[in-house]
């Protein structure tokens, strides 16, 4: 068998099915925290807050979707290649939310908070596909010793 053809190690995720897990539970943690800034945003009345919150909700999904794309991508050679999918994830992520932040705040004058309110989304992405992931894996049999 050649190296093309090689099978992952280990246990198999079907990708399909993880990466419909991936986008409920990344989806539901963005929705709370939405929902959450919103409030919180409600009651320290700055106006001015909210086209950073738009703006910052926008590169979070943008981010998201792209972090979901590269664990998906790794999924397909089996838990080894999720967790490379995972961290090159929060690598895209971060270059998305940090650099489109700056780029909006620096550029095209967003408020600074543009910047802070982007945090509780990356943090919430992140949390989302820790847990859709643990979930997974945690279902998933042993591969038996040769």
Do not use: K, N
Not at 17 to 37: K, N
Not at 127 to 135: D, I, K, Q
């Amino acid at each position: 068998m050649t190296a093309a053809h090689a099978q992952p190690a280990g246990p198999h995720v079907d990708p399909a099915v993880a990466t419909r897990a991936l986008i409920r539970a990344v989806s539901l943690a963005l929705l709370v925290t939405a929902l959450l800034t919103s409030a919180v945003l409600v009651m320290l009345g700055q106006p001015d807050w909210w086209l950073g919150f738009a703006a910052a909700s926008a590169l979070s999904v943008l981010a998201a979707m792209a972090s979901i794309l590269a664990l998906r991508l790794g999924l397909g050679f089996g838990i080894q290649g999720a967790i490379a999918g995972h961290f090159g994830g929060v690598l895209v992520r971060l270059l998305i939310v940090l650099g489109g932040g700056l780029l909006l705040v620096w550029i095209g004058q967003y408020p600074a908070a543009t910047l802070f309110l982007a945090v509780p989304y990356y943090f919430a992405t992140l949390a989302g596909e820790v847990v859709a992931l643990a979930r997974l894996f945690w279902t998933l049999q042993p591969v038996p010793a040769r």
